[in-house]
């Protein structure tokens, strides 16, 4: 099993950024395509960014393209999340997940619903 804890959250100004970071136990880390989500008050978590298995593809949704960076260490079993130019509509809860089923390809969902061991989330606050 893989249990994932996150961190680097906090709060920062317009423009400016953060690294988020999340660190996985198990021994079949390697095995399963990452993924980073987001909830805000109110609102249904949404895909961020995701990496294959591989580490060979990565997926980013329209709204953080160009201005997030999502990257993976199988040596030390971390995925991060760099955040570029924020945006006061990037605060939420940000999850690092893995997809359910191992070997991911390409062309699989973003959808949350294909992916599990949630972490606890780490908050992320843009202030304008």
């Known amino acids: 099993q893989v249990q994932l804890v996150e961190s680097g959250g906090g709060l920062v100004q317009a423009g400016g950024s953060l690294r988020l970071s999340c660190a996985a136990s198990?021994?079949?880390?390697?095995?399963?395509?990452m993924g980073w989500f987001r909830q805000a008050p109110g609102k249904e978590r949404e895909f961020v960014a995701s990496v294959s298995w591989s580490n060979i593809w990565t997926k980013y949704a329209d709204y953080v393209k160009g201005r997030f960076t999502i990257s993976r260490d199988d040596a030390k079993n971390t995925v991060s999340l760099q955040m570029n130019s924020l945006k006061p509509e990037d605060t939420a809860v940000y999850y690092c997940?893995?997809?359910?089923?191992?070997?991911?390809?390409?062309?699989?969902?973003?959808?949350?619903?294909?992916?599990?061991?949630w972490g606890q989330g780490t908050q992320v606050t843009v202030s304008s």
């Open positions: 997940a893995k997809r359910r089923k191992p070997w991911g390809r390409p062309n699989d969902s973003s959808d949350y619903n294909d992916f599990d061991s």
């Open positions: 198990g021994r079949t880390f390697g095995i399963y395509d």
